[in-house]
């Protein structure tokens, strides 16, 4: 695997440890995980020029069982319709607009059910990770 994309890895993979998202336990008798995903994109600059590798790692949460791993859930989207409103307010006021990358975005929240997901393939080869999963 191209070295700049394992980067871009290792630091998503810091950042949520950093922030606490999981710890990492024995899978306890009975219980499921859920898998991930790794989503890649490359950012550019205005110019055309790579900026830089963003990677992401997802929780599978479409492979939950709704009643056994979760229950209803609510998350807030803006839609395309309101993102639409506020521009066309700024273009007619002329409010300055800025463009904003955000490097790491977490949720606020705490999980009311147990979740344990499956780590990351590319990380169980440094030990730790053997035989655990990451409990959200």
């Known amino acids: 695997m191209n ?28 219980e499921c995980t859920i898998g991930y995903k790794w989503v890649f994109s490359v950012k550019y600059l205005v110019d055309g020029s790579v900026d830089r590798y963003k990677v992401r790692l997802f929780a599978k949460g479409f492979t939950q069982i709704l009643g056994k791993i ?3 859930k609510f998350a807030l989207v803006a839609k395309l319709n309101t993102i639409r409103l506020l521009v066309s307010l700024v273009v007619s006021h002329s409010w300055p607009l800025h ?13 009311s059910e147990t979740i344990n997901m499956d780590p990351p393939l590319d990380f169980w080869a440094q030990g730790e990770y053997s035989g655990n999963v990451y409990c959200l």
């Open 70 to 72: 979760f229950g209803a």
């Open 3 to 30: 070295p700049l994309w394992v980067s871009a890895m290792k630091a998503e993979m810091e950042a949520l440890q950093h922030n606490r998202t999981w710890d990492l336990v024995t899978l306890p008798k009975g």
């Open 99 to 111: 463009q904003l990358d955000v490097n790491n975005t977490f949720l606020n929240g705490d999980l």
